[in-house]
């Protein structure tokens, strides 16, 4: 039982760099593997990085792994997702998701390992 809020996206221009912002309420928030996709008109969701628990692990998606940075702040209920040198490719619907399973034993990269979903924000990226 979580909700999930995103914000921080908008228009920026290619080079640029963003931070987006995703709190969540009800449940424990530090309880939760905090996991960020996007998806482009079109295109499938793909996942772009996430965090544990505690925070003190991150991995990312090989094609942007050199310009994201995912953090967490659990007295804020907050997953952050940090990006630079934003290109065109980068734009799309940004979501945060929360995994509320006890424990895993994979590194949770898949939206099926994901239960619950915030709306998303938009990124656009002009030229």
């Known amino acids: 039982q979580v909700q999930l809020v995103e914000s921080g996206g908008g228009l920026v221009q290619t080079g640029d760099s963003l931070r987006l912002s995703c709190t969540a309420s009800?449940?424990?928030?530090?309880?939760?593997?905090m996991g960020w996709f996007r998806q482009a008109p079109g295109k499938e969701r793909e996942f772009v990085g996430t965090?544990?628990?505690?925070?003190?692990?991150?991995h990312y998606a090989v094609s942007v792994r050199e310009r994201i940075t995912i953090s967490r702040d659990n007295a804020k209920n907050t997953v952050y997702l940090q990006m630079s040198s934003l290109k065109a490719e980068d734009a799309g619907v940004y979501c945060c998701?929360?995994?509320?399973?006890?424990?895993?034993?994979?590194?949770?990269?898949?939206?099926?390992?994901?239960?619950?979903w915030g709306q998303g924000t938009q990124v656009t990226v002009s030229s």
């Open positions: 009800g449940g424990t928030f530090s309880n939760y593997i």
């Open positions: 998701a929360a995994d509320e399973t006890s424990s895993r034993v994979y590194v949770a990269t898949r939206p099926s390992d994901y239960a619950s």
């Open positions: 965090i544990s628990r505690s925070g003190d692990v991150q």
